[in-house]
């Protein structure tokens, strides 16, 4: 089983910037890919931005050069740094692992509003 603890979350202001974190504990030998998705009300769940075991990343549209994806040593713990947030980033954020299926977290809300 694999449990997956988001942080990070909260409100800020137009421009401002927000990190979000999680991390995934259980009993797994390696993590084949880790992202974050977002879901804004009365919307679809979206990718954001995700991040192979090998490093290579990828983003969607809106969020590039703004929106930063990594990992640390551990392979364990996946971050968003959040940049020049929007009022349109609004959402739920939800951590997504690859271990032969999908995981999830239980989201984190992330609202921009001044």
């Known amino acids: 089983q694999v449990q997956l603890v988001e942080s990070g979350g909260g409100l800020v202001q137009p421009g401002g910037s927000l990190r979000l974190s999680c991390a995934a504990s259980?009993?797994?030998?390696?993590?084949?890919?880790m992202g974050w998705y977002r879901q804004a009300a009365g919307k679809e769940r979206e990718l954001v931005a995700t991040i192979t075991s090998g490093g290579r990343t990828n983003y969607a549209d809106s969020v590039k050069g703004r929106f930063t994806i990594s990992t640390d040593n551990t392979k364990r713990t996946v971050s968003l740094q959040m940049n020049d947030l929007k009022p349109e980033d609004t959402a739920v954020y939800f951590c997504?692992?690859?271990?032969?299926?999908?995981?999830w977290g239980k989201g984190t809300l992330v609202t921009v509003s001044s």
């Open positions: 997504n692992v690859f271990i032969n299926r999908n995981y």
């Open positions: 259980g009993r797994f030998f390696s993590i084949n890919a």
